[in-house]
Structure formats: structure tokens, C-alpha cells
């Protein structure tokens, strides 16, 4: 058996395999000096490629943050500015019922308020103020992460010093450059001011809603107290406002507000502020807002709001404004018209809306109320409104006529008439044959207005009825104007009569008599009326003679108020608008009611409802009622 060879036998390498010679070493090759600096150059240059595109993203970055920088508003002047001027609005005895256009109460500094009022703001707005440089970081990123879940903006990440940047320095508009700005003015904010100095100018600035910046305008708007008053509830429903200060309004919104209420005291008691106890105990107690304390002598005061900024032009400086409003005589008007629309009657008879206006004999506005609820509705239907004023306008037809020859006690023919197609009616369609001119009015007898009209010369009863001011320019001259077909507005319907009542004499309705600097510098004041006789006393003593008879006898009864007075109904087609415009021997006043969609009421007539407010408030407004003794020597 042959022997065993200890060699192991060599193992054959693969075909087309190379086998190692053990003997011999691997060479390397070595790059040349060329190949080698080729490659550190391209190296070098992919580097240097990409540090000249970082270099040039941050030049560019920095030049438009230094561009946003540089195109900030003085920011020295902005901290330091004053508050916007204030318009106060006094009634006749002095007492103020209204402040407009400043929008920003007293400054407050944060010693003479209360704890929990900054500390609701704080819970609410911006819980970690006291510890951040401007900018939350921690909020920016939650509020990210939050939105990016959600897939849209759920919540937002402003600090309190960022919101006062964006208001106080930039507009609202919501772009990147106000975005970056706003950053900006945020780290100079922190720099430049404390914390409690940045506290401070954002109460005083911030908006509170219904036209009131700051929290001392805020406090007397919703509480009729100032600032340092507020108790802890009332603090936490001002500072809820600040999320959305129409929904969270507590006076048009007492619900939403209260909601957001408990959630700042909520907010409260997580940050420490206050006891679980105290606020369960605030939010059980506390009264969302006083009861309507503005009620409607605000259209009054948006009226003479604007009145004043037409009188003066820009308004730079706090003014005061004296009126003509008589608070009593106010009272009764909202009074009367607000009982009346929320009657059963009104309800029945689908009639939603009215207005009124109680005027001086020279034009002065005593009362004025331009809609059912100012809260629900600021459109003033006294001034703002543009309706057909019906039979109302016949009184400057007969008085066209009087001026022309005919008589009140003049007899005439009425017949149905027929003009180019048009045939007017009477209501229920009856006809009188002979009768008087006075009982044609006191009846509102449409044919016989028209005829007069007519006869006298419409272009003559136009331009009685535009130089009264019953009417405007616009109005066209045909026999229609008769009827009353013409738009107008309830302040210059009630000016008009106001002029017949004072005897002829020309009449512009006017509610501002002074307007003063807070130094006393009188700006404004009201000499006279400047007033010019528009017609001969003895033609509009004819015509009183026929109106007293309207309310005596006529389509006006139930406006009787006790006291003499003339008037005259209107009613529009398909009864849209309803009228009563008279006068005694010291004021005038007219009422309407309608819709504002111009919807038909169901048969409200001049002679009912309006009538019947006008004649509650005229003897509530009054001098003692008539009697024989009152006019004997």
C-alpha cells in the first residue's frame, strides 16, 4: 500500500484564473503629480461651488432682511405716538352720549390695574411672556406640528410682543416681508422696552371690537366703568374678546362671549393665576355686559359723527361736540317705536321696521331713532333711507295751489281721470262728485290731487315741493308727483313740515349747535339758520287750517295726541311704506314703518300704525294738553 504524502496536493487553479506569484509583490500605482492636481481642483471647485451658493443664499437673505429693516416706519415716533383723537358727543344738557372716532381711551399703566386683569391677557395670549426674547420658539413649533397634522392653520404661534409689533408699526396685510418685519421689530421690542412697558402698550392699543381700542375704552363700553374697576369675570370676557372680537362681542353675542370667558378662566387657573375656586366662583356670578346702555342714540350720534368730520374736514385733535338731542325727548321716541314693532300687531301686519325724527321749528333734531334695534342693525332709516313718501307729500300741492288762487273751501269735480294710460285710484275705488278741496285732503283723495296738480302746473308743484325739501331735485315732474311717488328721506320729510309749522320759513335740519378743542377753542358754532321765507304766512295758515281737520276728522284720527297739531298720513303701493309727518305749534315729527326689503306689509296704512306712534310721542314730548284756557287771554 503505497505511503501517504504529508504535501497537500496544490489545488488547481480555474481556467482563465490568474494565480498569484507569492514571490512577488503587489505594485500600486501611484497618481502622477498632474493627475493628482486635477483632482484637488475639481475638489476644490465643487467646494468652492457650493460655499459661493450657501455665500450667496445668506447675501441674499441678509440684503432683504436688511431691505425689511430699512423700510420700517420710524419706530422711535411710533412707540411715542398719541393716541388717535376722540370725538365726544354731548346731548343739550351736557351729558355725554357718545364718544367716536378716537377709539382709544385714557393710557393705563399697569399699577393702578388689577392682577388678574394682564394676568387673563397672559393666560390667554401668550402664557410663557415673562420667559421668551420675542419669539415663543417652543410655540412655533407646537403650532407647526399642529397645523401640519390638521393640514391647515389650526393654531398660531404670535407672542403678545409680536402682535404689538404687527400693530403698532405694520399694516395687516400677510406677507413675507410684513412677516419678517414683524420678527424684526420683535427682538428690537425686547431690546429697546421691559416686559411690563410692552404689556402696557398693548392694552392700550389693542382692539376690544366694537369700535373701542384699549382697556379703559373697553371697560366703559361694555361696563360703563374704567379699567381699574373691571372685577376678575369681566376681565376674563375682555380679554376672550381679543381672539375675535365680533364673534366674542358681548353685547351682540352673550353666549359666545361667556364660553370664551370660562375658557380664559380656565387658562387662569392652568398658568396659577387664580384659585379653581375663585374662578368658578367669578364665572357663576358675573354678568356678561350691561343691558343695552347705548340704546338707539347712537344713530343719532353716528349721524353727527359724520356731521362734524364733514364741518371740520381731517379731524387731528380730541373734539367735543354739543347737540341738539333732548335725552327725555329721546327716551320716548325709542320708547314708543320699540313697543309698537314688537307688538302682535306688528307682528300680524308684517311690519319689522320704523323710524322716527322729533324736530325744533328751526331745524334743531330733538330725538331721532333710525331703526327698531341699533345693536342688530346700524342702517339709519331716519337719514340713510330713500322711500316713496305717499300722501304725505299732498299738503305742498294744495299749498301750490293756495298760492295760485284756489281756496280750501273751493269745490271741484271728482271723476275717475285718465292721463296718457295712467288712470289713478282712489282707495276702494270710490268717487265723491263735488267736494271741497279741504275735505279732498282730509280724506287723502288721490284723483283730486292729481287734478289739482294739473291744474296748478306739476312743474310748480315740484318746485314748491324741492324748495321745501320734501322731496329732492331728482324728482320727476308729472302728475304722479301728486301720490308721493318720489323717494325720500323721514329727516327732510319732517324738515319740511317743520317749515310749514314755523309759518313758511325756510328749514335744514341740523343736529350740531358747537364744536370745541378739549382746550376750549371753538371750532364750530351754529349762528341762526340763515332761514329765508319760502312762502306767504297766509297760504300756509290756510293750510294748517285743513290739517288740523286731517287728525280732527280726516285719515290722521288716531294720531290725535291731545295737543292741536297738523299732520297727514301717507301710505305707498301695495302698502311697502307707511307715513305720519305733522307738527304742533313747538316741534314737528314724523314716523315710518315699512320693510327693508321693501316685502308689502299686510294693510299697514299712514292713518294706523304710524299714526298712532306719532301721536304717543308727540303728547309724551308735549307741553301740557290742550284745552280752551291754554289759548284764552
Same mark, same amino acid.
Given at each position: ?33 498632474f ?18 451658493i ?7 437673505a ?16 411710533a412707540?411715542?405716538? @398719541? ?46 411672556? =415673562? ?10 413649533l ?14 398660531g ?8 409689533? /404687527? ?39 389693542? =382692539?376690544?371690537? @366694537? ?29 376672550g374678546?381679543?381672539?375675535?372680537p365680533?364673534? #366674542? ?8 362671549? +361667556? ?12 398658568? *396659577? ?14 354678568a ?22 364733514? #364741518? ?13 338731542? +333732548? ?23 308684517? $311690519? ?22 341699533? /345693536? /342688530? ?52 275705488? /270710490?268717487?265723491? *262728485? +263735488? ?9 287723502s283723495?288721490n ?5 289739482? @296738480? ?20 331728482d ?21 319740511? #313740515? ?5 309759518g ?6 341740523? *343736529? ?7 382746550d376750549g %377753542? ?19 295758515? %290756510? ?5 288740523i ?9 288716531? $294720531? ?14 301695495? =302698502? ?6 305733522? #307738527? ?22 299712514g292713518?294706523?300704525?304710524? $299714526? ?16 280752551? +284756557?291754554?289759548?284764552?287771554?
Amino acid at each position: 500500500m503505497p505511503a501517504k504524502s504529508n504535501k497537500k496536493a496544490s489545488a488547481k487553479p480555474l481556467k482563465g484564473s490568474k494565480t498569484a506569484d507569492p514571490s512577488k509583490k503587489r505594485k500600486i500605482r501611484t497618481p502622477s503629480p498632474f493627475v493628482k492636481g486635477i483632482g484637488r481642483i475639481r475638489a476644490f471647485s465643487a467646494r468652492g461651488t457650493t460655499i459661493r451658493i450657501a455665500a450667496a443664499v445668506f447675501a441674499a437673505a441678509a440684503l432683504y432682511v436688511g431691505w425689511c429693516w430699512a423700510t420700517l416706519p420710524d419706530l422711535e415716533k411710533a412707540v411715542a405716538a @398719541a393716541r388717535a383723537p376722540r370725538i365726544s358727543i354731548l346731548a343739550r344738557d351736557g351729558t355725554e352720549i357718545a364718544s367716536y372716532g378716537a377709539k382709544y381711551g385714557r393710557p393705563v399703566s399697569l399699577k393702578r390695574l388689577p392682577d388678574y386683569v394682564p394676568q387673563a391677557l397672559i393666560a390667554t395670549e401668550d402664557r410663557r411672556f =415673562y420667559s421668551h426674547f420675542g419669539v415663543d420658539a417652543r410655540s412655533v413649533l407646537r403650532a407647526a406640528v399642529v397645523n401640519a397634522v390638521k393640514g391647515r392653520k389650526a393654531q398660531g404661534a404670535s407672542t403678545l410682543t409680536q402682535q404689538v409689533a /404687527k400693530n403698532l408699526f405694520l399694516s395687516p396685510q400677510k406677507t413675507m416681508r410684513r412677516k419678517v418685519q414683524e420678527l424684526l421689530l420683535a427682538f428690537w421690542l425686547e431690546r429697546k422696552l421691559t416686559k411690563d412697558q410692552i404689556l402696557t402698550i398693548y392694552l392700550n392699543r389693542v =382692539y376690544f371690537g @366694537a369700535g373701542t381700542y384699549g382697556i379703559e375704552a373697553a371697560a366703559r363700553k361694555y361696563y360703563g366703568v374704567g379699567a381699574k374697576d373691571l372685577n376678575l369675570y369681566q376681565a376674563a370676557v375682555l380679554a376672550g374678546l381679543l381672539k375675535a372680537p365680533t364673534t #366674542y362681542n358681548p353685547l351682540t353675542h352673550p353666549k359666545a362671549a +361667556d364660553r370664551r370667558a370660562r375658557l380664559v378662566l380656565a387658562n387662569m387657573v392652568k398658568a *396659577g393665576y387664580v384659585s379653581a375656586r375663585k374662578a368658578l366662583n367669578a364665572a357663576e356670578t358675573g354678568a356678561v355686559a350691561e343691558k343695552d346702555r347705548d340704546g338707539s342714540v347712537y344713530y343719532f350720534a353716528d349721524w353727527v359723527a359724520a356731521e362734524a368730520e364733514a #364741518y371740520l374736514g381731517s379731524i387731528g385733535r380730541d373734539i367735543v361736540v354739543e347737540t341738539t338731542l +333732548d335725552p327725555e325727548k329721546q327716551a320716548v321716541l325709542d320708547k314708543e317705536i320699540k313697543a309698537a314693532l314688537s307688538s302682535a300687531e306688528a307682528k300680524e301686519k308684517n $311690519a319689522t321696521q320704523a323710524a322716527g325724527v322729533v324736530m325744533d321749528l328751526d331745524g334743531g333734531v330733538l330725538a331721532m331713532t333710525g331703526g327698531v334695534d341699533y /345693536k /342688530k342693525s346700524q342702517f339709519n332709516r331716519a337719514v340713510e333711507a330713500r322711500r316713496q313718501i305717499g300722501s304725505a307729500i299732498k299738503p305742498f300741492v294744495y299749498l301750490t295751489a293756495f298760492e295760485r288762487g284756489m281756496r280750501a273751501d273751493d269745490v271741484v269735480r271728482d271723476k275717475p281721470l285718465y292721463l296718457n294710460g295712467w288712470s289713478p285710484k282712489n282707495d276702494g275705488g /270710490k268717487y265723491y *262728485g +263735488d267736494i271741497t278741496l279741504r275735505d279732498a285732503l282730509v280724506k287723502s283723495v288721490n284723483t283730486v290731487a292729481v287734478a289739482t @296738480a294739473i291744474k296748478t302746473g306739476v312743474r310748480d308743484v315740484r318746485k314748491t315741493a324741492v324748495k321745501f325739501g320734501v322731496v329732492g331735485a331728482d324728482c320727476k315732474a308729472d302728475g304722479a308727483i301728486a301720490l308721493g311717488v318720489c323717494q325720500t328721506r323721514l329727516i327732510d320729510a319732517v324738515g319740511a #313740515y317743520a317749515a310749514l309749522a314755523n309759518g313758511g320759513f325756510g328749514v335744514t335740519p341740523f *343736529g350740531i349747535t358747537r364744536i370745541s378743542g378739549r382746550d376750549g %377753542e371753538v371750532l364750530y358754532e351754529r349762528f341762526g339758520g340763515g332761514r329765508s321765507r319760502l312762502v306767504n304766512p297766509r297760504y300756509v295758515a %290756510e293750510l294748517d287750517s285743513v290739517l288740523i281737520d286731517v287728525i280732527g276728522r280726516g285719515t290722521g284720527k288716531k $294720531a290725535n295726541p291731545t295737543v292741536l297739531a297738523k299732520g297727514k298720513t301717507g301710505t305707498t303701493q301695495n =302698502y311697502r311704506d307707511a307715513w305720519f309727518v305733522g #307738527y304742533t305749534r313747538d316741534l314737528a315729527a314724523g314716523i315710518w314703518v315699512g320693510n327693508d326689503d321693501e316685502t308689502p306689509m299686510n294693510k299697514v296704512a299712514g292713518g294706523g300704525l304710524p $299714526a298712532e306712534i306719532w301721536g304717543k310721542v308727540v303728547h309724551d314730548v308735549s307741553l301740557p294738553a290742550f284745552s280752551e +284756557d291754554s289759548y284764552s287771554e
